[in-house]
């Protein structure tokens, strides 16, 4: 015992110890220090306003302004965005922000790209007005031609027929349209303008409909796409024409232009006023083009100056906000002038963060230094392991389950190993694994490049784990090896096999077997077992019990290391009642049987484990016969069984009983043992940390916890010995999927003397290894390891009930790509420009679909919702804030 708490401590063996601190900062040097803090990266502080909402907090208007800042930031990063420009960081960064200039500054930038851009969205609304115009002559003079000599060359003949028809007292509109002399006169008019594509058939329905077909309609595609100056994309117009009759439909196709958004321009019947109006319309539409083309271009080159800047303003910015965010969980000591901070460090950062609050009180000019002193807290510390760019993936895995307790064995450092090693097992096949190795050596050989991209979800979790993926495509080799496999094909790598055909003549020894004439292969399968008769007997014995012995070995490891745990922590209560139990129990039933495989190798006997197993239970006084691997099995059984029978009772009833009596022994004051060793008798002081509230003891309730937990330690014993077997389950698909496409693709199409089919079977053998083996077979494996990882080694020993340690640093920070929702409110509780340039969008969209009220009523009802619930943001953030 002693010697073991000797050992040297391991960096991820246990979490950094860690110590509560206070700190007392007066007002003049607080935000230099938290920002040297924050430069630092090693003090969670512990928010103290907890009972405050973010409205009522010291420094709310400065979070407000930070806040005010971001937005603006935001909008020059979209308007850089749209406008197709980069953005370029400066090496340097300023420790000390002047809040106030820099809010000046974008306030300036921001009033002048809201010029620019409304002067920019006035011109392109004219130069598409002109545009529009332009077609509308071109389309509608096109139709008016044809009009008039239709008219005189056929004006005669509708005369005839039109005028012996059975009603004499009504003209049509076609043949107002066609009568001699100009259409005025006989009262006849038409209204010309154009129209988005999309929305052409619609609306000459509605036409259709509101004038009861008195009217003749003439469309022609737009020549030019016009750009819509608000979303900048190119909309395909259709120019139309409507001849009608009467001012009531004039009335009605007007209302209706209106509503489907269509652009109407007046047309003058006369080709020479035509000509002179398309002339004007041309001129214009040219001194429009260089205004746009010089306003553009000064627009950009604003848009250059702010964005080789903006890296560093939303860095800034950023810094600036963390800090105030940072300044409003300290409490504010109105009476001292001072900051009173708490929070979790390192033991080791201990002289660092008392550096830098030095040299934030000296750079300060403070008369008063910072005090720095430790505390005592019962709160449990957070956990903190350093790791590395190496550890660091095998670490998030383990986390992913649950966070460690402070100071709880962790499970990382053996994942390192297990992890990768388990996956091999699985997925042996060194060709796979070569293929492997390179994908992960090309992640790692550009780590500095990718490292400062924006990647994608599937590569940027990739690249993370291309550490883990190096250690898996290593062990898939040495497993690959093992079973001498190459995309399936077995070699002879280590010398000759140990086989030969009974017949020197033989050709087909596959069928009748091989006799064996030398010592056994040097490493691994021998290659001659692939294709015998005995093949899969063979590979399906050595994997399964290979499956069932990593599997003992490593719960094995589990329950050790709930034994170091519980010295660890000074539970002897855990030793004695869980530990050894626990021991006795897993290894009188399966580790007697990973015994039994052992000897078996190594003495070659041809015993039924199944049956040795079996009738252990059934009848364990029987004569085991040809079934004795040993002398003294038959006792060592009988004695193995009742070790096990004995341990589940000693696991489930001493404990609690124990807990009872020491529990009523403690406060009757006979005798004062600790229970946990997280309990303390301390003066606490509700709000802090130091604060415990005394947990009632419930016997009944830890009686049924420690029955449950033998329970499923004993039923998880059968069942989790049992997972392990797909380990064997697994590697033997690998094995047989490699083989298929191998034999039933690639060698099928490579008998083929045609260079097409032997091209296609390549391909389709590539596309296999490449998508099934290497994709989903990786996927798979990876999946089931992470399963014996979290459920069978894990649940063992690690409670994961623990929390990360989140240190107020500002290169996490600055490394949180924040993502913003368009509908927000401004600072003082307003709409965002966002939301309405959203709210614009959806009216848009619902009348270029034409919807009906009812649907227009359950958009704007749920716009509507979403607005309501900033109203509580407005009244919150006109309350009265303390101010310094």
């Known amino acids: 015992m002693e010697m073991l708490k000797n050992l040297p401590e391991m960096d991820l063996m246990r979490s950094e110890k860690m110590t509560f601190v206070q700190l007392i900062i007066p007002v003049e040097s607080a935000h230099r220090a938290i920002s040297y803090l924050g430069e630092l990266g090693l003090l969670q502080f512990r928010d103290l306003n907890e009972d405050k909402s973010p409205f009522q907090r010291t420094f709310v208007n400065q979070v407000k302004r930070c806040a005010e800042m971001s937005r603006k930031l935001r909008f020059f990063k979209d308007q850089i965005h749209k406008a197709g420009l980069l953005s370029s960081a400066l090496p340097t960064m300023q420790p000390d922000v002047d809040l106030e200039a820099l809010e000046i500054q974008l306030a300036d930038h921001e009033h ?378 077995p070699y002879h790598i280590f010398g000759q096999s140990a086989y030969r055909c009974r017949d020197p003549n033989c050709s087909d020894a596959y069928t009748i077997g091989l006799i064996k004439y030398r010592d056994a292969y040097a490493f691994g399968v021998d290659p001659s077992w692939r294709g015998s008769r005995s093949e899969l007997p063979f590979l399906n014995s050595l994997k399964m019990k290979m499956s069932i012995l990593f599997g003992i070995a490593q719960m094995n490891l589990g329950i050790m290391l709930s034994y170091f745990n519980s010295i660890f922590f000074n539970n002897s209560l855990d030793i004695r009642y869980q530990f050894i139990p626990q021991m006795i129990f897993l290894n009188s039933l399966f580790g007697y049987l990973s015994l039994l495989i052992i000897i078996k190798w190594c003495t070659g006997s041809q015993a039924d484990l199944y049956h040795v197993m079996i009738y252990m239970f059934l009848s364990p006084f029987d004569d085991l016969g040809e079934n004795e691997l040993f002398w003294g099995q038959r006792p060592l059984q009988i004695l193995l069984l009742f070790s096990a029978l004995v341990a589940v009772p000693w696991m489930l009833f001493p404990k609690p009983f124990i807990l009872k009596r020491l529990h009523a022994e403690r406060f009757q004051g006979r005798a004062y043992g600790i229970l946990r060793s997280s309990e303390m008798d301390t003066d606490s002081e509700p709000g802090s940390a130091r604060h415990q509230h005394e947990e009632e003891f419930n016997f009944s309730e830890v009686f049924v916890h420690q029955m449950i937990h033998s329970i499923e330690f004993v039923l998880g014993s059968v069942s989790n010995t049992a997972s392990y077997l797909r380990l064997w389950a697994l590697s033997l698909a690998h094995s047989e999927l490699s083989t298929v496409f191998y034999e039933k693709v690639l060698l099928l199409a490579w008998g083929y003397d045609n260079i097409l089919i032997r091209i296609v079977g390549l391909a389709v053998f590539a596309f296999a290894t490449a998508f099934i083996l290497l994709m989903m077979e990786t996927l798979s494996a990876f999946l089931h390891a992470l399963r014996l990882h979290w459920v069978e080694f894990q649940n063992k020993f690690y409670q994961g009930d623990g929390y990360k340690f989140k240190p107020f640093s500002f290169a996490a920070v600055l490394a949180d790509d924040e993502d913003y929702n368009v509908f927000t409110f401004g600072t003082f509780g307003f709409l965002a420009p966002e939301a309405v340039d959203l709210l614009n969008r959806v009216q848009r969209v619902m009348h270029s679909n034409v919807m009906t009220p009812k649907s227009m009523d359950v958009v704007f009802k749920r716009v509507n919702f979403a607005i309501q619930k900033g109203v509580a943001a407005q009244l919150v953030a006109r309350l009265p804030s303390i101010s310094m």
């Open 112 to 489: 002048e790209l809201i010029e620019m851009n409304a002067n920019s969205e006035k011109l392109q609304q004219t130069y598409n007005e002109l545009l529009e115009f332009k077609m509308v002559l071109q389309k509608a003079g096109d139709f008016l031609l044809s009009g008039k000599s239709y008219e005189t060359s056929d004006g005669r003949e509708l005369d005839e027929n039109v005028y012996s028809s059975d009603y004499p007292d009504s003209v049509s509109l076609l043949e107002q349209a066609t009568q001699s002399g100009p259409s005025n006169s006989s009262g006849l008019r038409f209204i010309s303008g154009i129209i988005p594509k999309s929305k052409v058939l619609l609306f000459e329905r509605m036409l259709f409909r509101a004038t009861r077909g008195n009217l003749l309609f003439n469309q022609a595609t737009a020549d030019d796409l016009i750009m819509d100056p608000v979303t900048s994309e190119m909309v395909e117009k259709t120019v139309f024409v409507v001849f009608f009759s009467g001012e009531q439909a004039k009335t009605k196709i007007l209302k209706i232009c209106e509503a489907f958004g269509a652009s109407c321009y007046p047309v003058p019947e006369d080709i020479t006023k035509q000509n002179q109006i398309t002339q004007e319309v041309l001129s214009r539409l040219s001194e429009l083009e260089t205004t746009l083309d010089v306003g553009i271009r000064h627009r950009n080159a604003a848009l250059h100056s702010i964005g080789f800047r903006l890296t560093v303003w939303i860095n800034m910015v950023k810094r600036e906000k963390a800090v105030f965010d940072t300044l409003n969980m300290l409490n504010f000591d109105v009476t001292k002038k001072c900051l009173v901070g708490e929070g979790w460090c390192p033991i080791f950062a201990k002289p660092q963060i008392q550096e830098s609050l030095q040299r934030a009180t000296f750079d300060s000019n403070s008369q008063v230094g910072i005090i720095f002193h430790v505390m005592d807290s019962v709160e449990a510390p957070p956990t903190y392991f350093r790791t590395n760019d190496f550890t660091n993936a095998y670490q998030e895995i383990v986390d992913a389950y649950g966070v460690a307790k402070y100071q709880e064995a962790n499970p990382a450092v053996y994942t390192v190993i297990t992890f990768p090693f388990l996956f091999a097992v699985m997925f042996g096949d060194w060709g796979h694994g070569i293929c492997l190795l390179i994908g992960a050596l090309v992640l790692i050989a550009r780590e500095g490049k990718l490292s400062t991209q924006k990647l994608g979800s599937f590569m940027e979790m990739l690249f993370g784990g291309r550490y883990v993926l190096l250690l898996m495509s290593l062990f898939s080799i040495y497993c690959g090896l093992i079973y001498n496999e190459f995309f399936s094909v």
